[in-house]
């Protein structure tokens, strides 16, 4: 097999081992002659992956006490309405910061139970950057940001202020960098970015808000039904959740979130150097405000488009074409892509 540099949004590149290990136990888990798609999530096979997914989580990003971790289906969207579900209080009012098509569809949901209130947005200019200098106005019930816009490519790069029980949508950063989780209210994050195959979504639940808020939840997308039962009230995502334990293992043995930091860090630091010094690219966002996970950039004369492609055909890059909506190109370098991927993609912008 040739060697791919895959620079998917999502699902995407996983480690190799992590694959590897993953196969085997599709074939026979743990030595018991089951494959592990074929055994019960109550068995004690499962049940031990379940506790070590959700102590791994704990543990790699230094969750606090007073907190849940639930591996639960249905996404990061499905996310949005748990969320204003959960966090309604008595003024049945969101605040949220419409950083892009991400956070949109969480407000859209927030109206479903009650109102999803915009705070800032950066919609004005093709959501190209990070809103700031805003005020939060104290009617309020949360407030609800997305840490890392993975279609426009802006990530913020510090936590909001705010007074109000935080929320935040971390499916594409989340275990990219070192974060206070002491900060939040509920994090959720779709598993498919940065922490395992599609079908799962991670829940960080602060136990302090369950059984608050002020709407009557249906019960599979009450916090509480999944945390009173430990994350198995019905069939988890097995599959899914095995290997998210898998990616964490492999978080851990390597050095944890210090070691995927600094490595994320350089692999942004190699591409946007490219991209400034290289008279043939732009990038898209604000430089402030630019994502270390999505890399957005255009070519500044068109007419090179197909050439471009061509060598990024040409050196196995798969995976770069721009969202429909902001076009150009998108390089997503989630913590399994190696610094060399991104070397690759260099040399390629190099040669332009
Ligand atoms: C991918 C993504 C989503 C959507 O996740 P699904 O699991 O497909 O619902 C939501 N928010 C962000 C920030 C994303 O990157």
Redesign the pocket.
């Known amino acids: 097999m040739t060697k791919v540099h895959n620079y998917s949004a ?1 699902p995407c590149i996983l480690p190799q081992e992590v694959f590897e290990e993953a196969s085997k136990a599709v074939l026979n888990f743990n030595n018991s002659g089951l494959s592990l798609l074929e055994m019960s999530h109550r068995s004690k096979d499962f049940v031990d992956v379940m506790e070590e997914a959700r102590s791994l989580v704990k543990e790699v990003l230094n969750v606090p006490e007073g907190y849940t971790v639930l591996f639960l289906q249905g ?5 949005f309405l748990m969320a204003a579900y959960n966090m309604m209080g008595k003024n049945k009012k969101g605040g949220y910061l419409n950083t892009g098509t ?1 956070a949109k ?1 969480a407000i859209k949901e927030a109206n479903f139970m009650g109102e999803g209130v915009v705070v800032a947005s950066s919609e004005d200019k093709n959501f190209n950057y990070i809103p700031k200098g805003y005020a939060i106005p104290s009617d309020l019930d949360y407030f609800h940001y ?1 840490s ?3 279609i426009f490519g802006t990530q913020f790069k510090a936590i909001p202020e705010t007074d109000l029980p935080l929320v935040c ?1 971390m ?2 950063d989340i275990f990219s960098k070192k974060v206070d989780i002491s900060k939040f209210d509920l994090i959720y994050a ?1 598993a ?2 940065n922490l395992g195959p ?1 079908g799962a ?1 991670l829940y960080i639940v602060k136990d302090e808000i369950l059984g608050k808020s002020s709407v009557k939840i249906p019960t599979m997308l009450n916090l509480k039904t999944h945390v009173d039962k430990d994350s198995m009230f019905n069939t988890p995502p097995v599959f899914s959740t095995y290997v998210s334990m898998l990616t964490l293992r492999w978080l851990k043995k390597n050095g944890g979130i210090e070691w995927i930091e600094k490595r994320n860090e350089a692999k942004a630091h190699l591409l946007y150097s490219e991209i400034d010094a290289n008279p043939n690219f732009e990038g898209t966002t604000a430089v402030e405000d630019r994502s270390n996970m999505n890399v957005t950039f255009v070519l500044k004369d068109e007419a090179n488009t197909e050439k471009f492609n061509n060598l990024l055909k040409e050196a196995n890059i798969s995976g770069l074409k721009g969202h429909r909506s902001v076009g150009g190109y998108r390089a997503s370098m989630y913590n399994a892509l190696p610094l060399e991927s991104v070397q690759a993609l260099v040399d390629v912008m190099k040669k332009l």
């Not at 996404?75 to 996310?79: C, E, I, K, M, N």
């Open positions: 999502g996404g990061a969207s499905l996310g991400w569809n997305t890392n816009n993975t949508d499916s594409s779709g498919q970015k599609a979504t």
